[in-house]
């Protein structure tokens, strides 16, 4: 009788334990309302560290706490391309480097525009590139090649997207001259970025300023990027619910393709100033979950010490250089803040970056 009676006071005891430690988890789980998930493609480190030296004030990223490392790999390569990577981002799932929103049997996965969506959230993209490029692609379409962008923007009229911004009004107007967007009822301003004013509740909205990509920083882009994000979150707050928008810094990638050392500073300083604004909102709404993060890193980029070897090296001086026009295989950071921002410290796959807005965004 005794020796029951110990068991069940332990008992007692241990339940008492696991109710503590669970209600401890439930409060450090709090779950965010929106996400904004922003990627600089091609952005390894070196690319993060350009504005501590070629900005004057401190750059965005040293506001963030909660700091983690993605490994980017395809499923088919050790070196990823933009669409495998975006499909990891936006399915969960590895794929072979030329698939959009397929997987490495080039059937369908649903991503996580089409979850959210399913469950009331509205859902942005932006991109200073074509809309129709592997990156905002990887969050509506599905096809078996990224370079398939008529079939790409058939697949952007007939998604989920509510709101997009970018370039590529070529590939929506079909031999024929039938607006693809006015077969689906989409209004799209083909000129200039201005806010939505009293969206009609169920209506989706674009903004495209170029046949195909957008300007560079450097041919006088100026702040598309930061206006468009600022014109995404009013009007996407507009929901009932919450509403997911993916930022993407397109041509981080292409100034590291080019080796171009003018052309990539000025694309990151563009970015880290559209972080910085995202981040300021978040802060003030308190509801939002910022993730900022790189689909891989483009040029094996650095911030070497001048001279050519170790008998000239000239340490006062940085010389940013590139290894490779091609992409690398280096870890990426992933800078979080918000609620549930906590999950995404460590070391992991690109695909964990789904599964954890997937469980922090889908309760049942
Ligand atoms: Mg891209
Ligand atoms: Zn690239």
Redesign the pocket.
Same mark, same amino acid.
């Given at each position: 009788m005794r020796r029951y009676y110990h068991i069940s006071v332990i008992l007692i005891l241990f339940s008492g334990i696991i109710l503590a430690q669970d209600h401890t988890e439930s409060n450090t789980v709090d779950r965010p309302r929106n996400v904004i998930l922003m990627?600089g *493609?091609?952005m390894g480190l070196s690319q993060v560290s350009a504005p501590y030296y070629y900005m004057d004030e401190e750059p965005v990223f040293s506001q963030f706490r909660y700091i983690g490392l993605a490994k980017t790999s395809a499923g088919s390569a050790p070196v990823t391309q =933009?669409p495998a990577a975006?499909t990891a981002l936006s399915t969960g799932f590895k794929t072979y480097n030329m698939a959009v929103g397929v997987g490495m049997d080039s059937l369908p996965r649903k991503n996580i525009v089409e979850l959210l969506s399913e469950k009331g959230f509205l859902t942005g993209i932006i @991109?200073t =590139?074509s809309i129709t *490029? @592997?990156?905002?692609a990887g969050f509506y379409a599905h096809q078996p090649n990224r370079y398939m962008q008529r079939e790409i923007a058939q697949d952007l009229v007939k998604s989920e997207i509510d709101f997009f911004a970018g370039g590529g009004i070529k590939y929506f107007l079909d031999t024929t001259g039938v607006n693809l967007f006015e077969a689906h009822g989409i209004e799209v301003n083909y000129s200039r970025l201005k806010k939505i004013k009293k969206p009609e509740p169920g209506s989706r909205y674009g903004f495209l300023l170029g046949a195909d990509r957008l300007q560079t920083m450097l041919e006088g882009r100026k702040d598309f990027l930061k206006k468009s994000s600022s014109i995404a979150v009013d009007f996407l707050s507009t929901g009932e619910h919450g509403y997911f928008l993916m930022i993407?810094s =397109?041509q981080i *990638?292409w100034a590291g393709h080019g080796n171009q050392v003018e052309y990539m500073i000025q694309e990151m300083n563009d970015f880290e100033q559209t972080v910085r604004s995202v981040l300021e909102y978040a802060k003030e709404d308190g509801e939002t979950l910022v993730i900022v993060t790189a *689909?891989h890193e483009t040029g094996g980029f650095t911030l070497g010490a001048a001279g050519e070897n170790g008998y000239n090296a000239d340490y006062s001086i940085i010389q940013p250089t590139f290894a490779t026009t091609n992409h690398s295989a280096t870890l990426v950071p992933v800078f979080s803040y918000g609620p549930g921002a906590e999950n995404f410290m460590g070391v992991y796959e690109n695909t964990e970056i789904f599964h954890k807005l997937a469980s922090l965004l889908i309760t049942e």
């Open positions: 990627i *493609d091609g =933009s975006a @991109a =590139s *490029d @592997a990156t905002p993407e =397109s *990638d *689909d």
